[in-house]
């Protein structure tokens, strides 16, 4: 064959392929005037966007102060035991670290039952387990020390950096939250949030580039016949680390008209979240007259290290971005715990560290290896179950 004519099959291949490699579609994004309006099953305090449903989740904060009050058979607030808060960081694989942790925990004998739990990323997978208490201990350990690759995503290539919404399909890692996440779960999920117990769980909203809370407890108290799988969604979208996972598209309505959102890692706006500063103005202001507030704890597990982890940069255009990215990732992490920990100073809180500290040596040689998170897993539970040493206060401050 000619030089040409191969020149010209060669390009008519190439058109072919770029054909059949049409990005993914998506639905009408919701208008920028109407974020704060859209919903996805209808149900009252299913998730606020944040900033603009700051007065509504400050009302649900208050409804479940009620509710637990009823629960217990209280009739003032001042009756109300210590309130116990604890917030779970992402970190991908890291995330077995926290599991061990509060496995290690139940096994101490002085692990609480929370009044609140909040998770982004990895820390959405855990959180449902840390809220519903020690007797799903069996199935957090299964979720990080059984589970290997396979079971978390499915490559699709390098040209998928181009043609395609992430280099990873996480159809596999659906599967898995399903299978632990079913309808006995979600059952449970609801009664705790009837109990006056808060689960709430941080995406991301791509299009908006605000931060969703959403509220496990409410939607899975409602009793909808699509609350399970949308559930299951929440914590898939709250662990796509864009571009390595594909985003996770909600369709929801506005004012009767359809739409779809595009929601990615939570940990694009926080690594870890507790409550918004407004929720507890009451309580600062009681402080401030010093009148008496309901006891108060915070724990928060940083799924990650919060010490500089050095390396040679090569001197490419690539390595220096990526290690560009993985320094404000991990800065963004140590802002994270600091900023909990002032305003757990403000409001009067006990304030509890924990993260990965030096004396873990393990490495591995790809996300989410089986033998890593294995003795991850491990490092945290022999800690804590001869009592975890918290740090009162982030390393480095004063």
Known sequence: MSPAPSRRALLAGSAALLSGCALPDRGAP???????????????????????????IEAEFREAGRRRMRHLGLTHPSQLPRFQLLGVSGGG?????????????????????????????????????????????????????????GDVLRSRGLLAAIFNDALADTA??????????????????????????????????????????????????????????LVRRILLASAAVPGAFPPVMFDVVVNGAPHQEMHVD????SQVFLYPRQVTELRRERLRRGQPVVPAT???????????????????????????????????????????WNTALRDGIDYNLAYITRDFTGTYSEPFEQAYMRALFDFGYQRARRGYDWARQPPGGS
């Open 30 to 56: 919701v208008p920028n005037t109407a974020t704060a309006g859209a919903t996805v099953l209808g149900l009252p305090g299913e998730r606020f966007v944040l900033p603009q449903d700051l007065h509504a």
């Open 93 to 149: 694989e890291d995330g077995a670290f926290g599991a061990g942790l509060l496995c290690g925990w139940t096994e101490h004998g002085t692990r609480p039952e929370f009044e609140l739990v909040t998770g982004v990323s990895t820390g959405a997978l855990t959180a449902p387990f840390a809220f519903l208490g020690s007797e799903w201990d069996g199935a957090l350990r299964s979720v990080y020390t059984d589970i290997t690759p």
């Open 172 to 229: 596999p890692l659906y599967r898995t939250i399903s299978r632990y996440l079913d309808d006995r779960m979600l059952a449970a999920i609801g009664r705790g949030h009837q109990a006056g117990r808060l689960l709430l769980i941080g995406s991301t909203n791509l299009d908006a580039q605000l931060p969703v809370i959403w509220n496990l407890g409410a939607i899975a108290a409602s009793g909808h016949p699509g609350a399970l799988d």
């Open 266 to 269: 939570g940990g694009a706006f």
């Open 298 to 340: 915070a724990y928060i597990i940083r799924n990650g290290r919060l010490d500089a982890q050095w390396a040679a940069v090569d001197r490419r255009a690539m390595s220096i971005a990526a290690r560009a990215i993985s320094t404000m990732i991990a800065s963004s992490g140590y802002n994270d715990v600091v900023r909990i």
